[in-house]
């Protein structure tokens, strides 16, 4: 069993940066491949945004944050961050990170089956 929690969302004006944690434990962890960061707006579809390969570090982002937002792995705290940057208002979103099998470019849903709670990401003057 792996647990997964998001953290480190909160109110920020447009052009500024947050950066959240996704702190994991568990026995199974060392069988989650793949961290994925997802986002989900009011009325729209959750999205996949950032994902890394955790036996290889490989890294897939998407179009609409790619090169503002920035995905790591911190190996000695089982923690992966999402440092965004140049934020605008339409970042506005609940943010969630997923554990799956792999990373393979942007994430999809159906490829990450442990899911941590939401964190507000608030983009506004």
């Known amino acids: 069993e792996v647990q997964l929690q998001a953290s480190g969302g909160g109110l920020v004006q447009p052009g500024g940066s947050l950066r959240l944690s996704c702190a994991a434990s568990?026995?199974?962890?060392?069988?989650?491949?793949?961290i994925g960061w997802f986002r989900q707006a009011p009325g729209k579809e959750r999205e996949g945004i950032a994902c890394?390969?955790?036996?290889?570090?490989?890294?897939g982002y998407a179009d609409s944050v790619k090169d503002r937002f920035i995905i790591s792995e911190n190996n000695a705290e089982n923690t992966v961050y999402l440092q965004m940057n140049n934020l605008k208002p339409e970042d506005t979103a609940v943010y969630y990170c997923a554990g799956g099998i792999y990373c393979l470019g942007v994430p999809r849903i159906n490829d990450y089956d442990i899911w941590g709670q939401g964190t507000q990401v608030t983009v506004s003057s």
């Open positions: 568990g026995p199974g962890l060392p069988f989650i491949f793949g």
């Open positions: 890394i390969h955790r036996p290889d570090g490989t890294i």
